[in-house]
């Protein structure tokens, strides 16, 4: 069975500080696809990033970096000096290749000022 | 490139009422095409998904129903709301790198 678990609910930080969202996935395929999207309160998901499961290279985007690590099935997001415009709910989401792509609960990152 | 578009962006709506929700996609063909519902601050339910024309996947038994009747236009329905409808509704197409792509969103409140 697939499943991805977001085990941290919600996340508040202070302005400027550092923040990682885990993200931990579960399937016995060889050949899957990871994502990150943000859904800020307007409500629509923005994608962020993929992965495919044979890229284990970390990514950096900005303030953004992302840690893939398939020995601990993990695919964690940090947020480097966190800002305001960065509250919002991500949601960690594995795809293996067919029609259906496994969401998690999400995790509500609120950053205060 | 490509665009999601949904209507109506927000729609309140009395139980036992009609419901139609439209989702078109621009700049590619044959997308898969996808509904999902949101309750509030909850997760994602995925509701129907199409790999075609006049094909419908429902993965979720309810009185909701959907429907592609052209190959970019995907539509969500029902014939008579109930309170547990009432929700963010999504549309998104997956693009050939797996990759799903979301629309605006439609904000569903059935009283």
């Known amino acids: 069975a697939q499943k991805v678990t977001q085990a941290q609910t919600e996340i508040s930080v202070v302005e400027k500080e550092d923040v990682t969202l885990d993200c931990v996935y579960e399937t016995r395929d060889t050949t899957y696809y990871l994502f990150w999207y943000k859904q800020p309160p307007s409500g629509e998901l923005v994608f962020l990033i993929r992965r495919n499961s044979f890229d284990e290279q970390n990514e950096i985007s900005g303030r953004y970096s992302w840690n893939f690590q398939k020995s601990t099935s993990s695919f964690n997001f940090t947020i480097t000096a966190s800002q305001v415009v960065d509250s919002a709910v991500y949601f960690c989401a594995l795809n293996t290749g067919g029609f259906k792509t496994i969401f998690g609960a999400g995790t509500r990152l609120f950053v205060k000022a | 490139s490509q665009t999601i578009h949904q209507w109506p962006a927000t729609l309140v709506q009395p139980v036992g009422s009609p419901l139609s929700l439209e989702c078109t996609v621009e700049g590619t063909s044959n997308p898969n095409l996808y509904w999902y519902r949101q309750a509030a601050g909850r997760g994602l339910q995925l509701l129907f998904y199409?790999?075609?024309?006049?094909?419908i996947s429902s993965e979720v038994p309810q009185n909701l129903s959907a429907s592609r009747p052209q190959d970019r236009q995907f539509i969500l329905s029902s014939k008579k709301l109930l309170l547990s409808d009432s929700g963010f509704y999504l549309c998104?197409?997956?693009?050939?790198?797996?990759?799903?792509?979301f629309g605006p969103g439609t904000r569903l409140t059935v009283l």
């Open positions: 199409s790999v075609g024309i006049g094909q």
């Open positions: 998104a197409w997956i693009s050939g790198a797996d990759t799903q792509y």
